[in-house]
Structure formats: structure tokens, C-alpha cells
């Protein structure tokens, strides 16, 4: 009897390493056949909207606005694709930052409060805080959406706003933990004369030199992954006349956790209490180290004065020295991080180290990568500052 037990020990042993490893591979098809199926909706909606872009932004409420009518989540779901019912079953994190956001930002930075004596605010922000005003609809019942809901029923912390975030966006499909790439939701940044990221819109510009603008909303206004330093969301015209093929051009990936949500409850069931999230983008252009005026992992910034070309020039500088920063972007399977090209295709990119990040030429580092080997290259995952650079080789 014991040498039977021993047998079925044996068997055993030598089973669950394959039984686990098609498990993972069956979580990996799951999550290339999510990103596929997003694919297929972001290239509809840049067929059908008037400016040919694949999203209205990221699914981030501080950046981009209420969640449930802005963002590439957003958009999808107006499409009818239940995005909260295609999350990476690899991915620990069950949610994305929107969702905390939800249950935490204060209801004076929804609204603005702080900025009210700032009459070009409002306009900057393109009322996206607030998002569309209640009405009543064709049957006679009120719409209100999320964030005028925290609003009007004053709900300030999580535990009060925890059942109606999971009625109006978990139970509506308003969910992910999939993250966008800074090149699908900001293109590219806008630059002034002097090289350095610049406030596009004059609404803008006048919200920032406006005395009675807040300090909280002059950092919104500055923060590099947002829209207002940006061209806004990719189009399929960037994309046709940019010198980055589609097929290296991310547009959704799996995604790093970001941190824990502060309930002590489940949202709900897909959503349990102290849930992680993940971030909402990955990418944006980096100093590839720190030397000649840069700072490793920060934007250029350039002294006024500083001419554009020449080996002093601002463009070198973006072009030899900067890459997209995706460090946000989590090999989940098995060392390979899934990643939704501009072509519809999905590329498996490997942590080949395993280390727990991907390299796409940055120098060795204690916190992030273990060596300077280049994981991935420009041939295929589009890395410079702009999808019409190449870098050295311009």
C-alpha cells in the first residue's frame, strides 16, 4: 500500500509542473485573445470618429475625466465590448487606478472647487471632471453619472462611495487591468522653441499664469502623462505617416500593480476588499541616464536659449538621448508581457532575465533592471520620443 502511495506521490510530482504550465498558457491565449478583441474596437472607433483616433484617452479619472464617459475603457464599452469581463487572469490586480480614483479623490477636486475663481479652468479641463450634467432620459428616469453622484450625496471616503462606484462602473463594465501606452493616449508631447514641453491649448496657459489657480491644479496642468502638454490620443493619419511601423506601436499591454485599494470590503465580487490596481499608462519619453543636463527617468527639460540643432542642440538630446519609459508594462506570463500593437497584432515580449521588467535600453540599475541587455529593440517596440523619430539614425 505504501508503495503504491509512494507511485501515485511520484506521478504526481511529475504532473503539476505540466499541469501549471498549461494552465499559464491557457491564462496567456485568454489574455492575447482580450487584446485582440480591444484591437478590433479601437481600430472601429478610429474608422468611425471624425478625427480617425483610436480613443478619447486614458482610463484615468484625474487626467482624463469620469471614467464612465472618457477613456479607451469608455469607448469600448459604447461599442458594446464588457471590458470589465476581459481582464488578464494572470494579473493579480483585479482593478486600475480609475477605480480608486472613484473611491478617493475629494469631492473639491472633482469639482474644482479650490479653482473656482479661475475662469479658464473650467474651459482647460474641457468639463471632464463633471462630466455630461444630469437629465432625465426618453423613459423619464434621471441619469445621473458617478462623479455627480459622489457630488450631490456627498460621500467622502472610500467605505460610502464603495456601492455606488460598484453599481455605476464594476457592475457596468467599467473595469480593466490592462494599461494604455502614452503614445494611444498623448501621441507625442508639444514642444516650444527652446525644447521643453509646453502648454498646448491658451486656455491653458491663461489657467496656469492665473493668480487664483490653485497650486494642485498647476501640477494637473504640468504633469507629463497628461493631455494638456500633448497632442491628444493617437490617429490612424500619426500612425500612416510616422517612421515607427504599426506592428511596434503599443497600444494596450499587461500592466503593473500601482498599489492596494483602502477598503476593508469587496467592491464586489470580481473586486475583493484590499484589491490591487494597476497603472493606467505606460510610457512616456525619458532620460535614457543622467549627464549633460538630464536626469535619468525624468523629462528634458532645456535652459531658455537653447538652440534646436547642432551636438548642443534640444533635438539631439530627444532624439540620442530619451526612451519610452515602460516600466509600467508587467511580464505576467511566465516572463512574456503581452502587448496590443497598432497593426491588430498581439507580440509576446520577454523578460528574458527575469528581472520582472522589460529593457528596451536602459543601463543596468539596482531597482529596475538587473543587466543592460537589451530585451527588446526599436525594431520592435517603437521607443523614441516621437513616433516620427529614429532615434541616432534620423
Keep these: 500500500m505504501l508503495v503504491v502511495i509512494s507511485i501515485i506521490g511520484m506521478l504526481a510530482a511529475l504532473l503539476l509542473?505540466?499541469?501549471?504550465?498549461?494552465?499559464?498558457?491557457?491564462?496567456?491565449?485568454?489574455?492575447?485573445?482580450?487584446?485582440?478583441?480591444?484591437?478590433?474596437?479601437?481600430?472601429?472607433?478610429?474608422?468611425?470618429?471624425?478625427?480617425?483616433?483610436?480613443?478619447?484617452?486614458?482610463?484615468?479619472?484625474?487626467?482624463?475625466?469620469?471614467?464612465?464617459?472618457?477613456?479607451?475603457?469608455?469607448?469600448?464599452?459604447?461599442?458594446?465590448?464588457?471590458?470589465?469581463?476581459?481582464?488578464?487572469?494572470?494579473?493579480?490586480?483585479?482593478?486600475?487606478?480609475?477605480?480608486?480614483?472613484?473611491?478617493?479623490?475629494?469631492?473639491?477636486?472633482?469639482?474644482?472647487?479650490?479653482?473656482?475663481?479661475?475662469?479658464?479652468?473650467?474651459?482647460?479641463?474641457?468639463?471632464?471632471?463633471?462630466?455630461?450634467?444630469?437629465?432625465?432620459?426618453?423613459?423619464?428616469?434621471?441619469?445621473?453619472?458617478?462623479?455627480?453622484?459622489?457630488?450631490?450625496?456627498?460621500?467622502?471616503?472610500?467605505?460610502?462611495?464603495?456601492?455606488?462606484?460598484?453599481?455605476?462602473?464594476?457592475?457596468?463594465?467599467?473595469?480593466?487591468?490592462?494599461?494604455?501606452?502614452?503614445?494611444?493616449?498623448?501621441?507625442?508631447f508639444q514642444l516650444n522653441k527652446f525644447g521643453n514641453v509646453n502648454l498646448g491649448r491658451s486656455s491653458c496657459a491663461s489657467a496656469y499664469s492665473s493668480p487664483a489657480t490653485s497650486a494642485t491644479f498647476k501640477n494637473w496642468l504640468t504633469d507629463t502623462k497628461s493631455r494638456f502638454v500633448t497632442r491628444g490620443p493617437l490617429t490612424t493619419k500619426r500612425v500612416d505617416s510616422g517612421r515607427a511601423p504599426a506592428s511596434t506601436i503599443p497600444l494596450l499591454c499587461d500592466a503593473a500593480t500601482l498599489g492596494y485599494l483602502d477598503l476593508d470590503i469587496d467592491l464586489d465580487e470580481t473586486v475583493p476588499a484590499h484589491s490591487t490596481y494597476t497603472v493606467s499608462m505606460v510610457g512616456e519619453p525619458v532620460a535614457i541616464d543622467s549627464g549633460a543636463g538630464l536626469t535619468q527617468f525624468e523629462v528634458p527639460q532645456f535652459p531658455n536659449g537653447t538652440p534646436r540643432e547642432g551636438t548642443s542642440g534640444w533635438l539631439r538630446a530627444w532624439n540620442h538621448h530619451t526612451k519610452q519609459d515602460y516600466r509600467g508594462m508587467a511580464p505576467l506570463h511566465m516572463g512574456i508581457a503581452y502587448v496590443l500593437m497598432a497593426d491588430g497584432s498581439v507580440q509576446a515580449i520577454e523578460d528574458s532575465n527575469g528581472d520582472r521588467y522589460i529593457n528596451n535600453g536602459f543601463p543596468q540599475h539596482h531597482d529596475y533592471w538587473t543587466s543592460e541587455e537589451i530585451e527588446v529593440g526599436d525594431l520592435n517596440l517603437a521607443s523614441y520620443y516621437s513616433l516620427m523619430s529614429k532615434g541616432k539614425h534620423n
Design 17 to 188: 509542473p505540466a499541469i501549471n504550465k498549461a494552465r499559464a498558457a491557457a491564462r496567456g491565449s485568454q489574455c492575447q485573445s482580450n487584446l485582440r478583441q480591444f484591437g478590433i474596437g479601437l481600430a472601429a472607433r478610429a474608422t468611425s470618429s471624425r478625427d480617425s483616433s483610436y480613443c478619447s484617452g486614458d482610463f484615468n479619472f484625474q487626467r482624463d475625466g469620469v471614467p464612465t464617459e472618457f477613456g479607451w475603457v469608455s469607448d469600448l464599452i459604447d461599442r458594446g465590448v464588457v471590458v470589465s469581463e476581459m481582464r488578464c487572469p494572470s494579473n493579480p490586480a483585479s482593478t486600475s487606478v480609475a477605480v480608486h480614483q472613484a473611491l478617493t479623490m475629494s469631492i473639491a477636486d472633482i469639482t474644482l472647487s479650490a479653482d473656482s475663481g479661475c475662469s479658464t479652468c473650467e474651459d482647460c479641463m474641457d468639463n471632464r471632471r463633471m462630466g455630461n450634467d444630469p437629465h432625465v432620459n426618453a423613459m423619464g428616469d434621471r441619469v445621473v453619472n458617478v462623479a455627480h453622484q459622489i457630488v450631490e450625496q456627498s460621500l467622502n471616503d472610500p467605505p460610502s462611495r464603495a456601492p455606488l462606484v460598484s453599481q455605476t462602473m464594476i457592475g457596468q463594465g467599467y473595469n480593466t487591468n490592462y494599461a494604455g501606452s502614452w503614445f494611444l493616449f498623448r501621441s507625442e
